[in-house]
Antibody
Framework: QVQLQESGPGLVKPSETLSLSCTVS????????WSWIRQPPGKGLEWIGY???????NYNPSLKSRITISVDTSKNRFYLKQTSVTAADTAVYYC????????????WGQGTMVTVSS | SYEVTQPPSVSVSPGQTASITCSGD??????ACWYQQKPGQSPVLVIY???KRPSGIPERFSGSNSGNTATLTISGTQAMDEADYYC?????????FGGGTKLTVL
């Protein structure tokens, strides 16, 4: 059974770079698309972007200038880098598996809270 | 950019039918799916490709999508169904979420 686990710092200073990783266990990352989604406290879900194991990416246009998603198939991990963070980037960040044939996320990680504060 | 809209809240009595709508331009021409999220938990897919239920999702959850509106229907609503529900569509290679609907069972 495929499981996803996010990891990374829980606190990031304003203007710095947020870096998270997602480890895929119980299956190979070399299939499907893999995505990042965030949820500010008390608010709704926002798609950040996704990556295919080949490295092909697609990003939310509203975040595209600050986002890089990458993948390391040898480690079965994918990553999120988000530059120039502000308090508005404070959120729970989820990684999830995107199934293109059904246009939906079928497996989600437990999420990791990231706070942007000095 | 494409947008989908949900009502902020819906209330239902136990045992009754709850309907949550999701509206977007020609949404019926795209696939819609639905996620359930309980407090402190990750979202769970409950409906995909408009009407399909993943394994393990109770039969009381059903979906439809036509015209500009997708609908999630919960028949015989139970207290355990109280949660936030999000619709999601895919348009021009981007993923779009609705703002979410809080379902209250009272």
């Amino acid at each position: 059974q495929v499981q996803l686990q996010e990891s990374g710092p829980g606190l990031v200073k304003p203007s710095e770079t947020l870096s998270l990783s997602c480890t895929v266990s119980g299956g190979s990352i070399s299939t499907y698309y893999w995505s990042w989604i965030r949820q500010p406290p008390g608010k709704g879900l926002e798609w950040i972007g996704y990556i295919y194991y080949t490295g092909s990416t697609n990003y939310n246009p509203s975040l595209k200038s600050r986002i890089t998603i990458s993948v390391d198939t040898s480690k079965n991990r994918f990553y999120l880098k988000q530059t120039s963070v502000t308090a508005a980037d404070t959120a729970v960040y989820y990684c999830a598996r995107w199934v293109a044939t059904i246009s939906a996320f079928d497996i989600w990680g437990q999420g990791t809270m990231v706070t942007v504060s000095s | 950019s494409y947008e989908v809209t949900q009502p902020p809240s819906v209330s239902v009595s136990p045992g009754q039918t709850a309907s949550i709508t999701c509206s977007g331009d020609k949404l019926g021409d795209k696939y819609a799916c639905w996620y359930q999220q309980k407090p402190g938990q990750s979202p769970v897919l409950v409906i995909y490709k408009d009407t399909k239920r993943p394994s393990g999702i109770p039969e009381r959850f059903s979906g439809s999508n036509s015209g500009n509106t997708a609908t999630l229907t919960i028949s015989g609503t139970q207290a355990m169904d109280e949660a936030d529900y999000y619709c999601q569509a895919w348009d021009s290679s981007t993923v779009v979420f609705g703002g979410g609907t809080k379902l209250t069972v009272l």
